[in-house]
């Protein structure tokens, strides 16, 4: 489709395209290999559906079970981004910060335009507040035809000399209960546990604690836990990697697939990764939520509050200079773990 006035294309799409319940607007995206939905909010890939070589179809990614319950989406004191939890969204900036009110930054929690359209690729964007120290964000995603993959690229237009933590925030899916979930984030250089307790009366994991393997993580107890396998038995956890090469694997042997997450390493350093097994009892969680967040970043944590806590050797946040235009890639996908091959449109 070809670019034109975005306020008037995005009137014909939103009219054209399906919604996800209770959340606004959204558009389909469907190509030979896959389909999802993209929402105006955060410009949220959501309900991602990939045919593998098999011709089996699988959802890799997360999503909340109370997006679409009024109690829920008619309560506006719960940011946006809650309301419709799940999928993948960039963070500019990345957690909590002085100079932005919305957690994972005003992108995360605020309705995108749609710059072009067409069945298999969208782009939005989305313009800051004046006062903010960026100008705009640009979002590009597209099904890969041929491959159970989407492909998906981040601008980011400064407009002032800033160091910001930015990140990508895609939640995969855990693997069902008693069912097996394996991962592999690659050789890193660090690991670092979160400076204090994460969730209170929860988190088990031992506060700032140094580990050189996701296989022994230490306890806040004695021992360690071994969270190449979470859940592990934790319900709500959080870690940085350092050092990472920019691929991460999630294997699930029970359901036969390998989802990967790749990205440029020299653009995001460090993976934060965010456990949540039913851990946080807050509405509107109330011990619902399942998800494994495997979040690159440029950035320590969550929360810049955090920053004096850091390692010498990691950065709180990327340099953006004034005027620029700072482009990033990354791509998520599945692969069967069948040898077999099929052929045929996902369902």
């Not at 410009?43 to 319950?69: F, I, K």
Request: glycine fraction near 10%; charged fraction near 20%.
């Amino acid at each position: 489709m070809a670019s034109v006035g975005p306020n008037a294309l995005a009137a014909q799409l939103r009219a054209d395209s399906p919604a996800l319940a209770g959340v606004g607007s959204a558009w389909r995206l469907s190509w030979d290999r896959g389909h999802a939905d993209v929402s105006a909010i955060g410009a949220a890939l959501h309900n991602l559906v990939l045919q593998l070589d098999d011709g089996a179809t699988v959802e890799p990614l997360a999503e909340a079970p109370w997006t679409g319950e009024p109690e829920v989406t008619e309560i506006t004191s719960f940011p946006a981004h809650l309301r419709q939890l799940g999928g993948e969204w960039p963070c500019v900036p990345f957690g909590t910060t002085a100079i932005d009110p919305h957690h994972h930054g005003f992108g995360t929690d605020n309705e995108w335009h749609v710059i072009e359209h067409s069945a298999g690729a969208i782009t939005l964007a989305i313009d800051y507040p004046e006062h903010h120290p960026i100008r705009r964000l640009e979002r590009r995603i597209e099904g890969i035809e041929g491959q159970a993959a989407v492909a998906l690229e981040l601008t980011v237009e400064a407009r002032a000399d800033c160091v910001l933590p930015v990140g990508l925030h895609p939640i995969f899916r855990l693997a069902g209960e008693g069912d097996r979930l394996q991962l592999d984030p690659g050789a890193f250089a660090r690991g670092h546990t979160f400076p204090k307790v994460f969730e209170p009366g929860v988190s088990q994991l031992k506060p700032a604690a140094e580990f050189a393997r996701l296989d022994a993580v230490p306890l806040a107890g004695e021992g360690t836990v071994d969270l190449s396998t979470p859940p592990s038995g934790l319900g709500e956890e959080i870690l940085l990697l350092s050092g990472v090469p920019g691929s991460v694997s999630l294997t699930y042997p029970d359901d036969g697939y390998r989802a990967e997450l790749s990205w440029n390493a020299s653009d995001f350093p460090s993976l934060v990764i965010w456990l949540s097994n039913r851990g946080r009892s807050a509405s509107p969680w109330s011990n619902r939520f399942r998800g494994i967040g495997i979040e690159p970043v440029h950035a320590y944590f969550d929360d810049t509050g955090l920053a004096p806590h850091r390692p010498h050797s990691l950065s709180s946040g990327r340099a953006f200079r004034a005027d620029e235009r700072w482009t990033t890639q990354y791509r998520i996908s599945a692969s069967s773990l069948n040898a077999s091959k099929h052929e045929g449109p996902a369902k």
